[in-house]
DNA sequence: ATGGTAGAGCATCTA
């Protein structure tokens, strides 16, 4: 089962470029953060027409997620649990595939420390992990695959000095992300390479960071137990993020020694 | 070549 998560930067800016990769990566089951489309907008036709059954969480200029699936999809489930407090945004999406309970999320990223986009950000964290305490369970096959903007902790980042004073690295955003996997979501991707700096998934635009190689892991497929226990290969497409009009992120792709199928 | 925003949408916000 290869599981994938990618940032793609407005769906419709990138769509050439989703084609390509998923041809030529041939993932089971993708997440995809910041469509930037409207429900209406999304091209699931194309995504059938290349074996993918799909579906998408949007609103039109921001935000927006979507997962797709070529081993079943069934049971979606757009935004948190009705009993939590609902979002504000498009940011986050369910669905059962070949019996894995998969979430596409797009965390806040916050602006500022003194923003309230900040308080937004911790309290959608919170939301977070009573959406999975109230939908699912970690004695069962889940992953939670997204764009969390949360570096956690200094090796997952180029320069700490850099991000002084910034979000992605506080401390509150560190735990609120621990909180969230504490419920039973494994990092297979840092347990695979513990102690390896240099591993990004993304890299902002401005001042040739990418080609510096002056990047951020805040990109992760998080997986309960039971599908963390059958990891077999934590990587991150980094070509994806070469060429002409590439995502400021690049996808991040997991494999795991489970049954794929229907 | 030896550097270096991008997207949405039309002023400016978001990242």
């Known amino acids: 089962m290869r599981i994938a998560t990618w940032n793609v930067n407005s769906l419709n800016a990138r769509m050439p470029r989703v084609e390509e990769w998923l041809i030529q990566a041939q993932p089971d089951v993708v997440c995809l953060q910041e469509t930037k489309m409207a429900d209406a907008a999304f091209p ?36 948190f649990e009705p009993s939590i407090e609902p979002d504000t945004d498009t940011r986050l999406i369910s669905a059962t595939c070949a019996g894995i309970r998969v979430t596409s999320v797009y965390v806040p990223n916050g602006r500022g420390l003194d923003d309230p986009h900040y308080v937004y950000k911790l309290s959608w964290l919170k939301r977070l992990r009573e959406h ?39 401390q509150p955003e560190r735990e609120a992300l621990q909180n969230v996997m504490d419920w039973g979501l494994i990092d297979t991707f840092r347990a695979r390479y513990p102690d390896t700096p240099g591993l990004y998934s993304y890299w902002d635009y401005t001042a040739g960071h990418f080609h510096k190689r002056e990047g951020m892991r805040i990109d992760f497929c998080l997986a309960s ?38």
Do not use: Q
């Not at 070509?239 to 199928?261: F, L, M, Q």
């Open 44 to 79: 699931a036709l194309a995504f059938e027409a290349l074996g993918y059954e799909s579906v998408h969480h949007g609103s039109g200029r921001w935000n927006g997620v979507a997962i797709l699936s070529r081993v079943g999809l069934s049971d979606p489930m757009v935004g």
């Open 132 to 170: 999975l305490e109230a939908t699912t369970s970690p004695e069962v096959p889940v992953v939670v695959c997204g764009d969390y903007n949360i570096a956690p902790t200094d090796i997952d980042i180029w320069d700490p000095a850099a991000f002084a004073g910034m979000t992605h690295v506080s």
């Open 225 to 262: 137990a039971p599908l963390a226990n059958l990891s077999t290969l934590d990587l991150v497409d980094r070509n994806a993020r070469k060429g002409t009009k590439p995502s400021d992120h690049a996808p991040v792709i997991a494999e795991y020694n489970y049954p794929v199928g229907p």
